[in-house]
């Protein structure tokens, strides 16, 4: 595991980006995982600054995101689906047909799952897998647990989850209690990961689940068994 540290969000964010598009470069039909929340904003605003300079090209590139809310359509504002097209896919030359989010509104999520599941490992997997990190230690959605959860499913999410993404809604009732999210296979089986965390109240879960023991309480924790891992933090 690489562990990296840095004083600011924007060194962090350059990092990432850094990292990201020497994959997009060194493979131009890259499978990236992407994650959604505030860690990643300023990594894909430095991707499309980039790309908008001519150094990098997504028109190979396909994308699975890690999780939805359950009920909430691509078109919902508060959607991880509308949340990568705002923040991403609508500002560089990716194909949105290579964009893969799993569907929260599917009549039959736990067939979503299979077929979220199916698609990527026909993808060939994941070649480099974004995360960001709940205050819980959850990744994707994965919440802690008795046991990781493999494949990808329907969650439900843990009260600190939502209260933490409450100030994307207007209120906390508004949170859905719901999401799909990759399981850990997918996750683990991605090539490399990436993993970025801001701020000094993130600091505790990252000790816990970089340098702890390895516990479906605290998800992330799993990672630790990944061969190619790398983790950027900043303090601010
Ligand atoms: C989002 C996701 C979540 C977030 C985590 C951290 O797609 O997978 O695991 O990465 O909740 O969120 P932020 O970055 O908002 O602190």
Redesign the pocket.
């Known amino acids: 595991m690489k562990f990296i540290t840095v004083d600011t969000y924007e060194k962090l964010s350059r990092q990432a980006a850094n990292i990201i598009s020497a994959q997009v470069i060194i493979k131009p039909d890259s499978v990236l995982g992407l994650?959604?929340?505030?860690?990643?904003v300023g990594t894909y605003k430095q991707l499309i600054e980039w790309y908008r300079k001519g150094d990098i090209d997504f028109s190979r590139v396909t994308t699975v995101?890690?999780?939805e809310y359950v009920g909430l359509s691509g078109k919902d504002e508060q959607s991880?689906r509308y949340f990568m097209n705002k923040n991403l896919f609508e500002h560089v030359n990716i194909d949105l047909a290579n964009t893969f989010v799993p569907n929260g509104c599917a009549v039959d999520l736990a067939g979503e799952g299979e077929q979220y599941d199916a698609h990527i490992k026909a993808l060939g997997g994941i070649d480099m897998q974004l995360?960001?990190?709940?205050h819980d230690g959850?990744?994707?959605?994965n919440e802690p647990d008795d046991v990781f959860v493999k494949s990808t499913h329907v969650v439900e999410l843990h009260e600190s989850?939502v209260k933490?993404?409450s100030r994307f809604f207007a209120n906390e009732q508004e949170v859905p209690r719901l999401a799909i999210?990759m399981g850990m296979v997918s996750i683990m089986q991605a090539k490399k990961i990436l993993l970025i965390?801001s701020g000094k109240q993130?600091r505790d879960i990252l000790e816990k689940a970089f340098y702890g023991p390895i516990t479906p309480r605290i998800p992330a924790s799993i990672l630790q068994l990944h061969p190619d891992i790398t983790v950027i933090y900043s303090e601010e």
């Open positions: 994650a959604t929340g505030s860690s990643p995101n890690l999780d991880y995360l960001g990190i709940g959850h990744i994707g959605f989850t933490a993404n999210t965390a993130k």
